[in-house]
Structure formats: C-alpha cells, structure tokens
C-alpha cells in the first residue's frame, strides 16, 4: 500500500470545542462522572478489563436499526424483506440478531454463508451474492437451499444450472443488473454505473440476454432483478433514477421475454453520518423514495407491485459500533501536527488509508471535557498512511488515555487484517449493563494457526 503525503500544515478551520458528538456515537451512549458509558457499560472500564483496541457495539441501536427498516417499508408496502448486507459486519451472534429482528442474511461468499448457517439462520432467509462466485461457493449455496442466488453473469447462470439439474433442484435467481447511475459517493464504492465489474448492463441487451438464458435453462427459476449502485450514498435522487431504468426493464422483460419479476432488490448504500457535518437521509426517507417509487413507476408502467427487498449493511451496523484504543507515544512536531499513537490501526480500521474515511474522536476517560486540541491519531503499523483520523479535534489527550473512535461498526472489523501479525481485536456486545464477548481476540496461537512447518 503506498503512502501518502502530510506536509500540510494542520487546517486553520474553527471547530467547535464542544460540539455534540451523539449524533455519531451510538444511540445509549451517556456521559457518566467524565467516562463515555454505551449500552449501561463504562467504556474506559471495559478497556481496562478487555485490553484495546476493542470494537464494541451496541446491541439496542443494531435491532432498533434493523427495525426501523422494516416498520418503513413496511408503513409503504406489505411485501418487503431487509436483508440485511452481512459484509459489513458478521458473526455469529449478529446474525442471530439479525434472524430474530425477522429480517434476511445477504452473504457475499461461501465463508459468509457458512458462518450464517451456523448461526442457525434457516437457508431458507439467506441470500447469496458476489460477482465471482466459484463453482464450490455456488455449490455450497444451491446444496444448503438458499432462498436466491443473485446471478452476476451468464458463466454464472450456466453453473447454477448444472449444479442444480445435477440435483434435481429449482434454485431461484435474481439477475444483477447495473442501471447505468452513478451514485455521489467515493469512486471505490461506486457499483451501479455501466463501466462495473458487477452485473448485466441493462443498456447493451446484456440483461435481456441474461433474463432469456435464466428464464431457458434447466434447473433455474428467474425470480426477479436485483441492483446495487453503491454505498455511502446521502442522494436518494440517485435509487429514484435507478428505479425507473429498473422498472422500465421490468415492462420490457414481460414484453419481450413474457416472464414476471417476483422479486425486485434494490440493494444497499444509504449513507450513514461519520462526521459532524454530514447529512444523510433517515430510513423514513429512503423507505418512502424506494418503496413509494416502485409503486408510482409499477403503475405508469400497467405492472403488479413485486416483493421489493432492501440490502441495508452501513446504516444497520456503523454508528452502532465504536472502537476504544489505549494512546501510546506522542509525538509533537512544532509548527506542523502533534501525532497521537494507539494500539491499533490500519488492521482493524482501513477504511482511512482506503477512502479518506474520516471519523469523530474522544476521550473515553476525559468525555466531559471540551475537544480543545487537534491531533493526528496514528496506528502502529509499518505504513504513513496508517491514520486513523487527520487533523481531528480531541480533549487534551495523554499516554495511558483510552481514545473512542466513532461510528466504527461498520466495514472496520470486516476488513481487518493481521498485517504486521497483528491480532485481530475482540467484538463486545453492550446491552442494558451487560458486556458479552461475541468475537473473542486472537492469540499469537491463531496467528498461526494455518502454518503448516
Ligand atoms: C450487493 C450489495 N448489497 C448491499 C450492500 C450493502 O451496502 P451498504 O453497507 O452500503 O448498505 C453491498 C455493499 O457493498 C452490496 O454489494
């Protein structure tokens, strides 16, 4: 990973030294005698008796998220699933979570799925995605009897085929489609424009191919369409656009192919709020522009309203989950930046060195205190561009301090890494007062665990 230039000189921009930060911190999070408590529990007491770096997340915001969601698609439509996009955090304990608030699990691979299924999440309220799906991951899906495979490709459709002819089975499939609009997001996370890796191009005939093949072959049930144009995406503008090209497919798949979409999925991406300043649309919104707008372009299209399915990962999980870090070194460089070292980094946040992600800090044990000074908070791995948050505004911070980044539950521990062998941290569920361990930290054993001298 290359690294990145920091000559310059920390931003003159005023901030305000004391801000509200509850907009990024999760929804129980208080402030009790100095110390940020979340979920009942004393976050710098946690640190003390867990180690850092530490995700925690709290437990009430996830359900009440994954709540929200159905009560406001449900309030516009009676047939909607959430599914919700286990990429952005997975573990066993989440997806009981995720199956007891009634909603669905999208799994991006075979490793997702069988984590799903030993959870104890019915095949039957799973669903698998992925633009390259291997032969052992299709087969691992179509033997377990998942609810629909989301087809990224023709070479994808003929295996699913032959892996379910071979057993005699049906499997469902949706066809990703990409609609050609391009999201106000980061180009990385970008995925609905028609130069993508993913999906059927709707403007080329490639989708009306793919729905001809999925609708011809053996061993296939053409369920619908899916789309998935990108993530971190604060414009509701852009699904409205998305939906249009979608339906408008729809009316063209019943003219010119006669098959029905049971299902149509329209992904992912509602933005989240990682800073201050940000503002994303609530889920009362994206309900109302995603469903009421499947309505609308349903009727002036003369078509029956599908299941319509909605993929939320971000907004289910990010502002859910904080990370606590102990602040080692500090070192001061006159007239340039003060850098603030924690036990972490890069491996368990890459979202930073990855996007520019920025996030809001604290001081778990000073959280009273007004955010006077701005510092760099730096991670320890061998790279520059191990940083996890530039120029961000902080209470006096010292050695020994427990720092809280926030809004870190979603894509950080999911994309962690052992670089620098590195073990991964632990993941605490905070709810009422309690403290549960639902991912334990790795050892040096686990480092090398695979290693086979
Ligand atoms: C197909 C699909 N659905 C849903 C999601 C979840 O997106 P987000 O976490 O932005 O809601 C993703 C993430 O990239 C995805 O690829």
Redesign the pocket.
């Known amino acids: 990973m290359g690294s990145i230039a920091l000559e310059e000189p920390v931003p003159a921009e005023p901030v305000d030294p004391n801000a509200d930060l509850s907009s990024v911190l999760p929804m129980t999070a208080e402030i009790r005698d100095g110390h940020l408590w979340v979920g009942g529990v004393d976050m710098v007491e946690l640190a003390r008796t867990q180690g850092t770096a530490l995700y925690v997340m709290d437990e009430a915001q996830i359900r009440n998220q994954l709540r929200e969601f159905r009560k406001w698609t449900a309030f516009h439509w009676k047939d909607v699933e959430t599914v919700y ?1 286990a ?2 955090f997975m573990c066993k304990a989440m997806c009981r979570v995720v199956h007891e608030e009634g909603c669905m699990v ?1 799994c ?1 691979s075979g490793g997702e799925l069988a984590i799903a299924l030993a959870a104890g999440v019915p095949a039957s309220r799973i669903q698998v ?1 992925g633009n390259n799906k291997t032969i052992a991951e299709i087969t691992e899906a179509v033997d377990a009897g998942v609810d629909r495979i ?1 087809a990224d490709s023709l070479l994808e459709l003929h295996r699913i085929s032959e892996i379910a002819s071979a057993r005699g089975v049906e499997q469902s499939v949706l066809l990703r489609v990409t609609p050609g609009v391009k999201p106000d997001t980061h180009g990385y ?1 970008q ?1 609905g424009q028609e130069d993508s890796k993913f999906g059927f191009g709707v403007n080329h005939g490639l989708a009306m191919e793919g729905v001809r093949v999925a609708a011809a072959l053996p061993g296939l049930r053409f369920a619908g369409l899916h789309m ?1 144009i990108g ?2 995406i604060f414009a509701l503008q852009s699904y409205s656009k998305a939906i249009e090209v979608m339906v408008d497919f729809m009316r063209r798949v019943l003219e010119e192919t006669g098959q029905s979409v049971i299902d149509l999925d329209v ?4 933005g989240i709020k990682y800073g201050l300043a940000d503002e994303p649309s609530t889920i009362e919104q994206f309900g109302k522009v995603v469903v009421d707008g499947i309505k609308e372009e349903c009727e002036s299209n003369g078509l029956p309203v599908p299941r319509i399915l909605i ?5 289910v999980v990010a502002n859910a989950g904080v990370t606590l870090y102990t602040v080692g070194t500090i070192k001061e460089i006159p007239g340039i930046r003060t850098y603030v070292a924690i036990d972490g980094g890069m491996t368990d946040n890459i979202r930073p060195a990855l996007y520019g992600a920025r996030y809001e800090c604290l001081v778990a044990n000073k959280a009273d205190q007004p955010r006077t000074e701005i510092v760099t908070i730096a991670g320890k791995h061998c790279e520059t561009g191990d940083l996890i948050a530039r120029d961000t505004p902080i209470q006096a911070v010292e050695t020994g301090d427990v720092v809280c980044v926030c809004s870190t539950g ?1 894509y950080c521990q999911s994309m962690s890494s052992n670089y620098n062998k590195q073990v991964r941290p632990a993941v605490v569920f905070v709810n009422a007062g309690e403290a549960r361990t639902v991912v334990r930290r790795e050892t040096y054993d686990d480092l090398m665990r695979c290693d086979v001298v």
């Open positions: 996009a990429k952005a999208l991006a995605h989301i996370i995925t998935h993530s971190q992904g992912g991406g509602i993929e939320p990962g971000r907004a979603a």
